[in-house]
């Protein structure tokens, strides 16, 4: 029979696994083989946006919504409204997931999409974890939920990460759905103070959603004087999210000080932090 050491063993070879603890086998050419660390056994036909991990141990499948914007859809149905989530995701959390979550379902998302960035421009790229794990977390997080999907768009894209780059390309690719960028308040105060690339240009893309934390609402009069054309492109809503208290700088110094970080972030995120030795070396 085996056991759930014996399932944990078999993520020295593999790469996700699902809530259960049990390791995932992804079929390549027909067979059933060890999952390392790329995605090339992804569908690579007219749908590269699903995939398929089976788990060995109980037979189960899940798809994995592993999202490349410059492929068609296949026969998808038409999106009506889709999140935008940024973000170093170093790594992702909760907070995030939380986030995200809530904004699907008090907007009446379609799904959402986490963009793990491979250069964040106000950070030193040396201080930041290789994109490749970043990706691989954010997935591991998302898998379980049928309305997350991960883009390897800004990761893929050399230089600095822009979100206005990601916004322009994923209105194009998206349309005619609406594209909400899902992000925080203080992000949002640096966006209406002009301090991102194209600021004004990425406010009339997209609907801006900002999430707070309770008692710290968004002044009404900045909500106000932004969304004077209604409910679309240019507009902007606030949310608040208990979660928010959670930050991917303090798990890092937790993780550097020997501090438990289980419950904050998703148990597949704490062992791949663990099995790779991340965050351990540098500061934020």
């Given at each position: 029979?085996?056991?759930?050491?014996?399932?944990?063993?078999?993520?020295?070879?593999?790469?996700?696994?699902?809530?259960?603890?049990?390791g995932f086998y992804a079929p390549r050419d027909g067979q059933r083989a060890p999952f390392h660390t790329c995605m090339d056994w992804l569908p690579r036909g007219e749908n590269r946006e699903d995939g398929l991990l089976v788990c060995p141990a109980c037979g189960a499948e899940v798809g994995v919504r592993w999202l490349d914007e410059r492929a068609p859809g296949g026969a998808r149905a038409p999106a009506t409204g889709v999140g935008v989530m940024g973000g170093t995701f170093d790594p992702i959390h909760m907070g995030h997931l939380v986030t995200a979550e809530e904004a699907r379902v008090q907007f009446g998302l379609d799904r959402v999409i986490f963009v793990p960035n491979r250069h964040p421009p106000h950070k030193d790229p040396l201080a930041v974890t290789d994109p490749g794990h970043r990706c691989r977390?954010?997935?591991?997080?998302?898998?379980?939920?049928?309305?997350?999907?991960?883009s390897r768009m800004e990761t893929e894209r050399p230089g600095p990460s822009y979100t206005i780059d990601t916004i322009r390309e994923m209105t194009g690719r998206l349309r005619p759905a609406q594209v909400y960028y899902i992000t925080g308040a203080d992000a949002l105060q640096q966006i209406l103070r002009g301090e991102w690339r194209e600021a004004s240009e990425l406010l009339r893309l997209c609907r801006v959603i900002a999430a707070t934390r309770p008692g710290y609402p968004l002044d009404p009069a900045v909500?106000?004087?932004?969304?004077?054309?209604?409910?679309?492109?240019?507009?902007?809503?606030?949310?608040?999210?208990?979660?928010?208290?959670?930050?991917?700088?303090?798990?890092?110094?937790?993780?550097?000080?020997?501090?438990?970080?289980?419950?904050?972030?998703?148990?597949?995120v704490e062992y791949y932090v663990y099995k790779h030795n991340l965050y351990h070396e540098r500061d934020a």
């Open positions: 029979m085996t056991t759930l050491e014996d399932l944990r063993r078999l993520l020295d070879t593999s790469f996700a696994y699902h809530a259960l603890g049990h977390m954010t997935l591991l997080a998302t898998v379980s939920n049928p309305y997350f999907a991960v909500l106000a004087g932004h969304n004077r054309g209604g409910g679309g492109p240019g507009s902007i809503v606030s949310m608040e999210i208990p979660a928010l208290a959670i930050s991917s700088t303090d798990i890092r110094g937790r993780v550097r000080g020997g501090r438990p970080i289980k419950y904050l972030v998703p148990e597949a």
